[in-house]
C-alpha cells in the first residue's frame, strides 16, 4: 500500500470511527436540551440556555451532515446536493462555533478549561472559512483538506464526552479534567489528521 493509499486509509477510519461515536453520543446526551426547563438543563447551563441549544443543534448539523461531504458519488453524481450540504455544514459550524465561544466566554469551571474551549470555537470557524474560501477560489484540493480539518474539529464534541468516560475515574477533580479535556479533545486529532494529510505530500528529493 502506497503512502498516498495508507493516508486515504487512515482518515476514513477516523472519520467513519468518529461518526459512529458521534451517532451514540448525540442520541445518549443531547436529548435533554431539547426539554426546555430548569431540571434538565441544569443550574450551570440554565441561564445560557438559548446559546447552548443552538450550539447543540449545530453541533448536530454539522457532525450528521459533515461525512457525507466526503462521499465521492454524492460529490459527483449529486453535486447541487453537495454543494447544499456543504452550505449547511459551514453555516452551522459558524454559527455554533460563535455560539460555543459565548460559552466558553461565560464558562466559571477554570481558565484552561476557558481557554481551551475558546480555541476550539475559533478553530472550528476557522477551518471552515478557509474550507469556503478556498472553493471560491476554486481551489478543490485545499477545500478537501480543510474541509477534512474542519469536520476533525467537529469531533471535539465526540472525542470530549469519550475522554470524560475515560478519564473520569483516574482525574477526579472536576477543573484538572475538564481543562484538559478541552484541549485534548481537539488538538490531538486535529495534529493526527495533519500528518494524513501532509503524509501523502512528501517526496523523495534526488540528491
Known amino acids: ?27 445518549d446526551k443531547t436529548p435533554r436540551y431539547f426539554v426546555f426547563n430548569k431540571e434538565s438543563y ?30 465521492p458519488a454524492i460529490r459527483n453524481k449529486y453535486l447541487h446536493l453537495h454543494r447544499w450540504m456543504g452550505r449547511t455544514y459551514l453555516t452551522s459550524t459558524l454559527i455554533g462555533g460563535i455560539a460555543g465561544f459565548y460559552m466558553a ?20 470557524i476557522a477551518t471552515g472559512t478557509m474550507a469556503y ?18 469536520y476533525v474539529v467537529t469531533l471535539g464534541f465526540t472525542v470530549f464526552r469519550l475522554l470524560d468516560e475515560l478519564l473520569t ?17 481537539w488538538t490531538i486529532p486535529l495534529v493526527i489528521a495533519e500528518i494524513c494529510i501532509q503524509a501523502g505530500k512528501i ?4 540528491k
Open 42 to 71: 441544569g443550574d450551570y447551563f440554565w441561564s445560557r440556555a438559548n446559546w447552548l441549544f443552538v450550539h447543540v443543534v449545530c453541533g448536530i448539523l454539522a457532525l450528521v451532515i459533515g461525512p457525507f461531504q466526503f462521499v
Open 133 to 150: 474560501i478556498s472553493i471560491r477560489n476554486l481551489n478543490i484540493t485545499q477545500h478537501r483538506e480543510w474541509m477534512i480539518r474542519s
Open 1 to 27: 500500500m502506497n503512502s498516498i493509499s495508507l493516508k486515504k486509509a487512515v482518515l476514513a477510519v477516523i472519520l467513519i470511527a468518529g461518526f459512529a461515536l458521534s451517532l451514540y453520543f448525540i442520541f
Open 105 to 124: 466566554s461565560t464558562s466559571h469551571i477554570g481558565y484552561a478549561y476557558q481557554f481551551g474551549l475558546t480555541g476550539l470555537a475559533l478553530t472550528w
Open 169 to 185: 475515574p483516574i482525574i477526579t477533580n472536576l477543573p484538572e479534567r475538564f481543562g484538559l479535556m478541552s484541549w485534548a479533545c
Open 203 to 206: 517526496k523523495v528529493v534526488s
